[in-house]
C-alpha cells in the first residue's frame, strides 16, 4: 500500500531532483546532452520524479502557489513515462536550461526548514 507524503515531503523531493538535473547538466552543451545517452536517461529519469512528486501535491497547495506551472510539469512527465517515443529533446534541453532553474528557485523558500536543535552539543 502506497505510503501518503506531505506536500512538504513531496516539494523537497521535487527540489532534490531539480537540483540534480542542473547538477547533471552543469557546463553542458545541448550537443553534449543529445551524444550522451546515459546523461539524457538520467535527466529524464529526474524529470519524472518532479513530475509525479508534483502530480501528488495536494490540490490546495497547487491552487495557493500558482506560479508553480503544476500541469505543465505532470504534463511532461506523462510524456516522458508514456509517450517516451515522442519525446523532443529541444524541448527537453529547453526545461533543463530555463525551466529547472526557475522551479529551483520557486520551490525552495517553499521547503519548510527543519527545527534548530535545541541543544546542539548532544
Same mark, same amino acid.
Given at each position: 500500500?502506497?505510503?501518503?507524503?506531505?506536500?512538504?515531503?513531496?516539494?523537497?523531493?521535487?527540489?532534490?531532483?531539480?537540483?540534480?538535473?542542473?547538477?547533471?547538466?552543469?557546463?553542458?552543451?545541448?550537443?553534449?546532452?543529445?551524444?550522451?545517452?546515459?546523461?539524457?536517461?538520467?535527466?529524464?529519469?529526474?524529470?519524472?520524479?518532479?513530475?509525479?512528486?508534483?502530480?501528488?501535491?495536494?490540490?490546495?497547495?497547487?491552487?495557493?502557489?500558482? $506560479?508553480?506551472?503544476?500541469?505543465?510539469?505532470?504534463?511532461?512527465?506523462?510524456?516522458?513515462?508514456?509517450?517516451?517515443?515522442?519525446?523532443?529533446?529541444?524541448?527537453?534541453? $529547453?526545461?533543463?536550461?530555463?525551466?529547472?532553474? $526557475?522551479?529551483?528557485?520557486?520551490?525552495?523558500?517553499?521547503?519548510?526548514?527543519?527545527?534548530?536543535?535545541?541543544?546542539?552539543?548532544?
Amino acid at each position: 500500500m502506497p505510503r501518503d507524503r506531505s506536500d512538504a515531503a513531496l516539494l523537497l523531493d521535487m527540489l532534490q531532483a531539480a537540483e540534480a538535473v542542473d547538477r547533471y547538466t552543469a557546463g553542458k552543451s545541448q550537443a553534449d546532452f543529445l551524444n550522451d545517452e546515459i546523461l539524457r536517461s538520467a535527466v529524464e529519469r529526474k524529470l519524472e520524479i518532479i513530475g509525479e512528486a508534483c502530480r501528488k501535491v495536494s490540490k490546495d497547495f497547487q491552487t495557493k502557489n500558482a $506560479q508553480i506551472p503544476w500541469t505543465k510539469i505532470s504534463a511532461t512527465r506523462h510524456i516522458l513515462a508514456h509517450d517516451y517515443g515522442d519525446v523532443n529533446y529541444d524541448i527537453i534541453w $529547453q526545461i533543463v536550461t530555463v525551466y529547472v532553474p $526557475q522551479l529551483i528557485a520557486m520551490l525552495r523558500p517553499l521547503i519548510p526548514q527543519p527545527p534548530a536543535d535545541p541543544d546542539p552539543g548532544n
